[in-house]
């Protein structure tokens, strides 16, 4: 495959700056409205740095995309006290599946031997879009016989029937060796599946393997290619910070990922110090990465345009 | 019904590094003749729970025969469901194999913790080792909080587990207050199980925020089961049923109360039930969730 060549196009849309979204618009995908409007999901934080759902509706030309409609609240709010999304829901993807709009996302638990948890939820629209409603207040993805420790970053297709997901999964934390810093995190892509896209089959498999210094591998978004699968993915190293890279495979399973980074850090700005959590959008006129930088999204979405 | 209390057993003195305080959740296993191994959690200095035990001659029980020098169970590592503590709650035998069923306790922020159930097995007479590093019961799509304390009982190919299971948590001034009762669960191979929100034990009034430790005994037609249940502090609970499903509760009729004063004075809870040369007995904790340690009675 040759290499993707991409032109920035700046910031497609900035935090709201209403209580719910004093920060970021993390995790961009897009929706398709129809006529070269599209609607980008995303999560933005409050000052307590809880995630919520929001969106904004652009429209798409060769040259770029123009917001043309924000959320006025959220599209996906926190869940009670106690459950696995009390302190953070941020949307993952949309399936529109036999006549229903299903959002997945990752809910977001503090704790205390370690910062945090994280675990799968699945809410539903019944307008299209706007807002979402969960269909249950427990994951339908969390720790599990194969994945202890997290679960989030559904990424999920439904294939002849069958419900397919990529998602990030913990494979251990580690103490800071001299005690200053939380205990970091390692975890990677697995791959599970699912009749009715609520009871999930999860097994020992990783998508990713690590790279050397590796200890966060995140976001996958997978298409269908003529060879099989793409997947957009962003990884780190120790110390280091997130850059978007690609991978293949012919069975979803095993992968190829790239050696060099699909899209690299600017020389300035808001995307200077990583770029992270990208997605695509392919429009009648260009196809754009929708990715995230500095701060993992605390500034926006930005869009970069795929050179032919 | 009666329990006459024969005194406590048995309470850590603070001596051992992972058995700082308490002896909660007794769980009996018989050795050889008149001897019992009793399982329990002990606490470390921090607080977390190691699943010990001691050996005891029911013959002359107030006769301590040996202190665990290591724990059975210990917390799991960083992140995992138990990394804050592993406290057993049931044994169950089937085959060659035992099975502890025990309770894996997670700290939070927003809510103090979140429980979920573990397993560890062992062929006979060897040590456990975990199941898996994630739980065997967890938190589902209809209980979004957490599950806990259980009690397994294996008969005719039919696993059944009666367990904790958290409704809500409720704000209030002191924090969140949790709210949980005692559902069931089936399963075939003791691993996997299928959980349709039935309800055993439910709350009895609005007050009452805590029913634990089921502890079941089937007498031919009929189904036994103790547990604890508080409003303001813990008592034992007494319910019977016919199928173990439906259950009516006789808390009236349990036959066993606070002391007046000493270790059990306070509160009485996290019965176990055991049978042995033609006796009933009853391991049970009292003040401080198991901080006193623990006590027996016998059924008379």
């Known amino acids: ?308 | 019904m009666r329990w006459e209390k024969l005194g406590r057993l048995f309470c850590p003195t603070g001596d051992i590094e992972w058995m700082r305080s308490h002896a909660t959740m007794p769980i009996a296993e018989h050795v050889s003749g008149d001897l019992f191994k009793i399982y329990f959690g002990s606490r470390d200095a921090s607080q977390r729970s190691h699943t010990g035990y001691v050996i005891v001659d029911l013959s002359s029980p107030a006769r301590i025969l040996e202190v665990a020098r290591s724990p059975v169970l210990v917390p799991g590592s960083l992140g995992e469901f138990d990394d804050s503590g592993a406290l057993a709650s049931w044994l169950t035998v089937a085959g060659p194999t035992r099975y502890l069923y025990y309770v894996g306790w997670n700290l939070g922020v927003t809510v103090p913790f979140r429980n979920a159930i573990g397993l560890a097995t062992a062929p006979a007479d060897r040590s456990f080792s975990r199941f898996a590093a994630g739980p065997l019961l967890d938190r589902s799509m209809t209980e979004p909080h957490f599950v806990g304390s259980c009690c397994v009982l294996h008969e005719a190919g039919l696993w059944h587990m009666w367990y904790t299971s958290c409704v809500y948590w409720s704000p209030s001034v002191n924090g969140p207050n949790h709210r949980y009762h005692i559902k069931y669960a089936r399963s075939d191979d003791g691993i996997h199980w299928r959980r349709d929100g039935r309800v055993a034990i439910d709350f009895a009034s609005e007050q009452e925020y805590a029913i634990s430790r089921p502890a079941v005994k089937r007498d031919g037609e009929l189904w036994r089961m103790w547990y604890a249940y508080r409003g303001e502090s813990y008592r034992v609970g007494y319910a019977e049923s016919a199928d173990g499903l439906n259950w009516t509760r006789l808390d009236h009729a349990v036959g066993i109360v606070c002391s007046e004063s000493g270790w059990d004075s306070e509160m009485i809870e996290y019965p176990f039930v055991f049978d042995h040369g033609g006796q009933r007995y009853m391991l049970y904790n009292g003040n401080g969730y198991g901080k006193s340690g623990f006590g027996l009675a016998v059924l008379v």
Request: with cysteine; hydrophobic share 35%; proline share 5%.
């Open chain 1, 1 to 308: 495959m040759t290499r993707s060549r991409f032109k920035r196009a700046g910031l497609v849309c900035r935090p709201g700056g209403s209580p719910w979204e004093r920060s970021h618009c993390q995790n961009p995908f897009a929706q398709r409205l129809g006529n070269e409007k599209y609607r980008i999901h995303f999560a933005s934080r409050d000052d307590s740095n809880r995630s919520r759902g929001g969106w904004a509706e652009v429209t798409a030309t060769a040259d770029g995309l123009t917001q043309t409609a924000r959320s006025e609240r959220p599209s996906l709010d926190i869940g009670q006290p106690g459950t696995f999304d009390d302190s953070g829901a941020m949307p993952g993807c949309l399936v529109d599946h036999e006549g229903r709009l299903l959002l997945y996302y990752t809910g977001w638990s503090l704790t205390r031997t370690v910062p945090f948890t994280f675990a799968i939820g699945i809410a539903e629209s019944r307008d299209g879009g706007r807002h979402f409603d969960r269909l249950s207040e427990a994951p339908v993805l969390g720790r599990n016989h194969y994945d202890p420790l997290l679960a989030g970053a559904p990424w999920v297709v439904v294939e002849d029937g069958n419900f397919r997901m990529w998602y990030v999964s913990g494979l251990r934390w580690e103490v800071d060796p001299e005690g200053k810093n939380a205990p970091i995190h390692y975890y990677t892509v697995k791959h599970a599946t699912s009749r009715d896209g609520m009871n999930w089959t999860t097994n020992e498999h990783v998508c990713l393997p690590f790279h050397e210094g590796e200890h966060a591998i995140a976001r996958p978004v997978v298409q269908r290619t003529d060879a099989g699968y793409e997947m957009l993915y962003c990884a780190r190293r120790l110390g280091e910070t997130y850059r978007v890279y690609r991978a293949s495979s012919v069975d979803g399973n095993h992968w190829e990922r790239d050696g060099v980074p699909l899209l690299d850090t600017s020389a300035s700005g808001w995307d200077c110090e990583m770029v992270c959590y990208a997605s695509l959008l392919h429009t009648a006129g260009a196809s754009f990465l929708l990715y995230n930088g500095n701060g993992y999204g605390r500034d926006g979405v930005g869009a970069a345009i795929l050179e032919p």
